[in-house]
């Protein structure tokens, strides 16, 4: 089907168990992230005003608080669109089943295709490789469960199946699953440990960057860090985030007044050149869909994050 063709509306069945959640969660939030950026807002907002969603057996409202072991149910609309070729793009995959590979996005790649990045992107590196990837992503997003930022290195999850994205996106949206950031900052953090708590929200002037927003329009977000290492001029962290937000990390450091390093976006220019974002996923821990057992995957820095925080020590000496 061409990019300019009619895309044919079909509806998709879907049916969750709540697992044990770490805070209430709302059905429409629920929904909204189970199903990872497929579906909008108001697409999921008009399915419970439709009464096309079931909670227990009954009719749910978006507003209904879910606890676990409900079961939740119903249909969403899928759109077919066009496919993507795969490309020959060499990938690190750290470990690969019958249900998901985990692979360690090389910085500078983006993880699918959208406006301004059509080639190049993990998507069409995965379906060059050949072998099944889910499709309850869409057919633009085989595979992927979630996203990272182009300019961020580290571990992301890919789904073989449906039952297995399902399970996997699950786990986002209960905020069951553990991703582990470590993150070169500007400037020496005050504190050993603590949290960050502010709303986020797509920035009111720059449509293209996020902001803390404390109106109805800002988000959740929650991010934990601990100090690894300080430095002069900068610190060495290691995050942990609870929610999910776009650009989280880069827009709760910068309102902290410690932006990460070679952020242009959020940050500031640099006593020493930065050649990369300070920014790697380095751990992730899940409920493997299969087994059902705790699994979790490292992945140590790359050589350009260890060169950036070398950079940073001898700046430090140099001062």
């Known amino acids: 089907m061409g990019p300019f063709e009619k895309r044919k509306q079909t509806m998709e069945k879907f049916e969750f168990v709540i697992p044990v959640l770490m805070t209430p969660v709302r059905a429409d939030a629920f929904l909204a992230g189970a199903f990872g950026r497929r579906f909008s807002r108001s697409q999921v907002k008009a399915v419970f005003e439709k009464g096309a969603v079931r909670l227990n057996g009954k009719p749910c409202k978006s507003g209904d608080r879910l606890?676990?072991?409900?079961?939740?149910?119903?249909?969403?609309?899928?759109l077919r669109e066009e496919t993507l070729a795969g490309e020959d793009i060499p990938l690190r995959?750290?470990?690969?089943?019958?249900?998901?590979?985990?692979?360690?996005?090389?910085?500078?790649?983006?993880?699918?295709?959208?406006?301004?990045?059509?080639?190049?992107?993990?998507?069409q590196a995965l379906l060059g490789r050949g072998g099944k990837l889910?499709?309850?992503?869409?057919?633009?997003?085989?595979?992927?469960v979630h996203?990272?930022?182009?300019?961020?290195?580290?571990?992301?999850?890919?789904?073989?199946?449906?039952?297995s994205h399902r399970a996997l996106q699950m786990q986002f949206s209960t905020r069951s699953l553990s991703k582990t950031y470590t993150a070169l900052v500007l400037g020496r953090v005050e504190f050993e440990e603590g949290h960050i708590g502010l709303p986020i929200g797509r920035d009111p002037r720059q449509r293209k960057k996020m902001a803390i927003r404390a109106d109805e329009l800002g988000k959740e977000a929650l991010t934990y860090y601990k100090v690894l290492r300080r430095f002069p001029a900068a610190t060495l962290l290691q995050l942990k985030i609870v929610t999910?937000?776009?650009?989280?990390?880069?827009?709760?450091?910068?309102h902290l007044g410690h932006p990460v390093v070679g952020?242009?976006?959020?940050?500031?220019?640099?006593?020493?050149?930065?050649s990369r974002l300070g920014l790697h996923a380095s751990k992730i821990e899940f409920l493997h869909p299969q087994s059902g057992?705790?699994?979790?995957?490292?992945?140590?820095?790359p050589p350009e994050m260890k060169d950036l925080i070398q950079r940073a020590a001898l700046e430090g000496k140099k001062a």
């Open 293 to 301: 057992k705790m699994t979790a995957f490292e992945s140590p820095l």
């Open 147 to 163: 996203r990272l930022d182009k300019d961020t290195s580290g571990l992301i999850l890919v789904a073989k199946n449906n039952p």
């Open 93 to 123: 995959v750290v470990y690969e089943d019958e249900s998901l590979l985990v692979v360690d996005k090389a910085a500078g790649m983006v993880v699918h295709p959208g406006a301004g990045n059509k080639k190049g992107t993990l998507v």
């Open 244 to 254: 999910g937000r776009t650009h989280q990390i880069r827009v709760h450091l910068a």
């Open 263 to 274: 952020d242009a976006v959020y940050g500031r220019p640099l006593a020493f050149p930065a």
């Open 134 to 144: 889910s499709t309850s992503g869409g057919p633009l997003r085989p595979g992927i």
């Open 67 to 78: 606890k676990e072991g409900d079961r939740i149910a119903g249909d969403l609309p899928a």
